[in-house]
């Protein structure tokens, strides 16, 4: 029995990391494919449909690689090795609203694993087909219920935002290998910058 558990609990930590990432990269290749292929017929820019890949969130302190997001927060979206954005939540192209992101601490690509590293004045930027959104961070709350929403409000609460703008939050458990809390980090966005041909990163992320 010892032996099984110890067996069990690998799997969930690394096994299904290694499945997550796997197809996580696959659908990440199909994404940049169809990208570039509407960029070439000259298709006009467009919002992403219901249920397509929303684009990249790159946060170099947390993740070495950009993390693919998706829409949605189901167990069935993040165990694919991605980051969700939350039902209702703004997207990084509207006027103005909450751009809510969920991923996994541990297990299943644990994208979020390293998200208490991330400090106040680290930049983030998310990649669309045709846009970056660049972010600064402003603040992190440690710890929180599992049942607090505010934090995902448009103008999120604890934040120290009191107003209507274009924010960002990601979110994730805590601590490390538990699902007892929640904790948020939040930022504004600085500015938006076309994405050319050779994916150049912006200039706050080389």
């Known amino acids: 029995m010892g032996l099984l558990l110890g067996l069990y609990t690998a799997y969930s930590l690394w096994g299904t990391d290694y499945f997550a990432d796997r197809a996580a990269q696959s659908t990440s290749s199909e994404v940049r494919k169809d990208w570039q292929q509407q960029r070439s017929a000259g298709n006009t820019p467009r919002k992403p449909l219901p249920g397509d890949s929303i684009g990249f969130l790159y946060a170099p302190r947390m993740s070495e690689s950009p993390i693919l997001i998706e829409p949605g927060t189901a167990q069935s979206v993040l165990d694919k090795g991605v980051a969700g954005a939350y039902p209702h939540s703004a997207m990084p192209w509207d006027k103005t609203g909450n751009f809510a992101l969920a991923a996994h601490r541990d297990g299943h690509g644990a994208k979020f694993h390293n998200m208490d590293k991330l400090r106040a004045g680290d930049v983030v930027a998310v990649e669309t087909r045709d846009t970056w959104y660049v972010y600064k961070l402003d603040k992190t709350l ?55 041909t050779a994916r150049t990163l912006p200039a706050e992320l080389r």
Do not use: F
């Open 142 to 196: 440690p710890k929180t219920s599992i049942n607090n929403t505010g934090i995902i409000e448009p103008v999120p609460e604890g934040s120290g935002y009191t107003k209507p703008g274009r924010y960002i939050t990601l979110t994730t458990c805590t601590p490390k290998y538990t699902s007892d809390y929640r904790m948020a980090v939040w930022g504004k966005l600085v500015r938006t910058v076309p994405v050319d």
